[in-house]
């Protein structure tokens, strides 16, 4: 489960945004203020891909660095 969470977190932050911008982004709309509803969109959007990219290099970095333990504690054992 926690391999993907650079999947299931951003979902589930849009699932939660989307009810978010539809909820209120009626009022919005209704108002006339649409630039002000596709700019919320925009920065949900932005927030999201950068969250994904940031998770993802994060669980790369993490599988690099417990492989890089597993390589050093296997030439331990194999030096003794």
Do not use: C, H, N
């Not at 993802?56 to 597993?70: G, N, V």
Request: hydrophobic share 45%.
């Amino acid at each position: 489960m926690r391999k993907y969470k650079y999947i299931w977190l951003p979902t589930l932050l849009a699932v939660y945004f989307l009810f978010m911008t539809f909820y209120f982004g009626t009022d919005l709309l209704r108002q006339g203020e649409t630039t002000r509803f596709w700019l919320t969109v925009g920065a949900e959007l932005a927030v999201l891909t950068a969250l994904a990219f940031f998770l993802k290099r994060r669980e790369r970095l993490r599988m690099e660095r417990e492989k890089d333990i597993a390589d050093t504690s296997r030439d331990r054992y194999k030096k003794l």
